[in-house]
């Protein structure tokens, strides 16, 4: 049985994630209190009793969704699982890399809170609120969801496919009136639902260049190891691991193609068969089993799962 472990992105995100974890084991706990002084804010507090809208502000989401994946990993880690005995491959979803990363020990937990806490200010900045927006175009593949964004383009509006997540599932991002085109271009391809969602930017597309110069910057001042097993990069769907080109890959991720789908048939094609999910929700487990018919999803976000997925993985 080949593994790989996955990381979620944002969206998964709600009030309560990894309270159940903090409450039973130590490890867990431990990680909270580091993202806490990482970033010198209560965290923590904000993920288990704030509000879910100030939850949901990019530049929160990002280090809270980190910080809940890497409290359930410790736990395993503390049951007997070794990442590097346990998965071929590690893999994350937009700033699930950064989770994925610091699984892999490429970064520290502290450098990739602040990392991800400048990656949501610099993302959410780069573009005025209401100037950018972003769309899911359900029932169209890849190639077709790039013709409609490129239809939709005009000279001084950009519109560009920002996620290719699974069959029949990609989103475009770019200036509001060219994905609000994209979204009516795509009723008339044969689309089965084409709808905007509810985002503070355009996340994904050359609209957010200057986000990933401020990265540049800032992951040059950074130290990153080779991780303990490759990671599959969004921009490549292929496996990388030398700390060099996952410097520069973290950059190319901001304004690039995350290329969930193929990420996920590439690993399957290597002979993956399970993929363990961790950290909040279960989307990319659904995902998952989209696109891999014969894979399966397992899901580790609360004390109960991690039994049940270690029992599969030691079994």
């Known amino acids: ?43 923590s507090e904000l ?18 969704l980190m910080a809940v994946s890497l409290a359930a990993l410790r736990v395993m880690e503390a049951r007997g699982i070794d990442l590097k005995a346990s998965a071929a491959y590690v893999a994350g979803h937009s700033l699930g890399e950064y989770s994925a990363l610091a699984a892999a020990g490429s970064l520290s937990i502290g450098d990739a809170a602040r990392l991800l806490r400048l990656r949501g200010t610099s993302m959410q900045a780069a573009v005025p609120v209401g100037v950018g927006a972003m769309a899911a175009l359900l029932g169209l593949d890849f190639d077709v969801a790039r013709e409609v964004a490129a239809e939709a383009s005009a000279p001084g509006e950009v519109c560009e496919a920002a996620n290719d997540n699974a069959p ?45 110069d401020a990265m540049a910057e800032a992951l040059a001042g950074v130290t990153i190891q080779a991780p303990k097993v490759p990671l599959v990069a ?33 690993l399957a094609g290597e002979g993956v068969s399970t993929f363990v999910e961790i950290g909040a929700g279960k989307v990319l487990s659904g995902m998952v089993k989209r696109i891999a018919k014969d894979a399966t999803g397992l899901a580790v976000n609360v004390p109960g799962d991690v039994d049940a997925v270690l029992e599969q993985l030691k079994g």
């Not at 991002?173 to 509810?198: F, N, T, Y």
């Not at 080109?245 to 991720?253: A, F, P």
Request: with cysteine; charged share 20%; net charge neutral.
């Open 234 to 266: 969004n921009v490549l769907a292929r496996p990388i691991s030398d700390p060099a080109e996952i410097r520069t890959r973290l950059v190319q991720q901001v304004t690039g193609t995350v290329r969930w789908r193929e990420s996920v048939e590439w």
């Open 168 to 212: 029949g599932q990609v989103v475009v991002s770019g200036h509001k009136a060219a994905v609000e085109r994209a979204v009516e271009i795509a009723k008339g391809k044969g689309g089965r639902r084409a709808v905007l969602l509810p985002v503070s930017a355009p996340f994904h597309c050359s609209l957010m260049q200057p986000a990933a």
């Open 47 to 64: 993920m288990w009793t704030g509000s879910k809208d100030e939850l949901t502000l990019t530049a929160n989401a990002q280090p809270a």
């Open 1 to 43: 049985m080949s593994v790989a472990f996955i990381f979620p992105g944002q969206g998964s995100q709600d009030i309560g994630m990894g309270k159940e974890l903090a409450d039973g084991f130590a490890e867990a706990r431990a990680v909270f209190a580091e993202v806490d002084e990482a970033l010198g804010q209560k965290l």
